[in-house]
C-alpha cells in the first residue's frame, strides 16, 4: 500500500509570495491533518478534514488554510508568507476514528 | 489548551542498555497516547500508542507506561540497537467528537545509540 504523499519536497518562497501544498493520503484514508514542524515550536497541528470538511483547527492565523477534496487529496495554502513560516509541513492521514497518524515526509518550505 | 512536557531532549546510552523517555501532559480529559519516531529527512513514524483504559501496552522490545493520576505516560525502550536512534515524540489527544483527534507534541528527545 502507497504511503502519504506529498508534493512539493522541497520549495523556496520570498516574502509575500503565497504556496499551496498537496497531500494524498493512503487509500482507504478519510482523514488528513496538517501539522508545522520548526525547531524553536516543534510540531504544531493546523487543521484537519474528514469528508471534505474541516473538523478541526488549531491557533494559526487565518493566512493559512486548508481544504480538501472528494477523493481526500487535500491542499493547504498559506499566503503573504513570512520569514517565520519557513517550516516542514507534514500532512498525515488517518483510517477511520482511532487517532492514528500515518505522516508523509512532508514539505519543505523555505522563506527568503 | 493541552501542554505535553518531554524529558530528556537528548539521550545517549551502549547498545543493549535500555532507554526510557518521560512526558507529562496537563489535560485530564486526554485520552490517547501515541509516540512517534522520525528519522532523519522523514515524516514522524507511530511506534506504539496507548489509551486512557490501560495502565501499560507492549511491543517487543518498546513498552508504554501511563499513569492518569500523576499524568504521565513514559516510553521504554529495551536492548538498543544503533537502528533505535532517531527523535522521538510523544503526543497526548483528546478524541473532540466524531473520531477527530488533535494531537499536541513534546519537543522531541533525540536518542543516540552508541555501538
Known amino acids: 500500500k502507497a504511503g502519504v504523499t506529498q508534493t512539493p519536497r522541497y520549495l523556496i518562497k520570498t516574502r509575500g509570495q503565497q504556496v499551496t501544498l498537496s497531500c494524498s493520503p493512503i487509500s482507504g484514508h478519510r482523514s488528513v491533518s496538517w501539522y508545522q514542524q520548526t525547531p524553536g515550536q516543534g510540531l504544531q497541528f493546523l487543521f484537519e478534514?474528514?469528508?471534505?470538511?474541516?473538523?478541526n483547527k488549531g491557533n494559526f492565523p487565518g493566512r493559512f488554510s486548508g481544504r480538501q477534496f472528494s477523493n481526500s487529496r487535500s491542499e493547504m495554502n498559506v499566503s503573504t508568507l513570512e520569514l517565520g513560516d519557513s517550516a516542514l509541513y507534514l500532512c498525515?492521514?488517518?483510517?477511520?476514528?482511532?487517532?492514528?497518524?500515518?505522516f508523509g515526509e512532508g514539505s519543505r518550505l523555505t522563506v527568503l | 489548551g493541552e501542554n505535553v512536557e518531554q524529558h530528556p531532549s537528548t539521550l545517549s546510552v551502549q547498545e543493549g542498555d535500555s532507554a526510557v523517555i518521560k512526558c507529562t501532559y496537563s489535560?485530564?480529559?486526554?485520552?490517547?497516547f501515541p509516540w512517534y519516531k522520525q528519522e532523519l529527512g522523514k515524516g514522524p513514524q507511530l511506534i506504539i500508542d496507548?489509551?486512557?483504559?490501560?495502565g501499560e501496552k507492549k511491543d517487543q522490545r518498546i513498552a508504554v507506561t501511563l499513569n492518569k493520576t500523576a499524568k504521565h505516560f513514559s516510553l521504554h525502550i529495551t536492548e538498543t540497537q544503533p537502528e533505535d536512534s532517531a527523535v522521538y515524540f510523544c503526543a497526548a489527544s483528546i478524541e473532540s467528537g466524531a473520531g477527530s483527534y488533535q494531537l499536541t507534541f513534546g519537543k522531541g528527545t533525540k536518542l543516540s545509540v552508541i555501538p
Open positions: 498525515a492521514s488517518a483510517p477511520s476514528d482511532t487517532g492514528e497518524l500515518f
Open positions: 478534514y474528514f469528508s471534505e470538511t474541516q473538523r
Open positions: 496507548i489509551r486512557s483504559n490501560v
Open positions: 489535560d485530564s480529559a486526554s485520552n490517547y
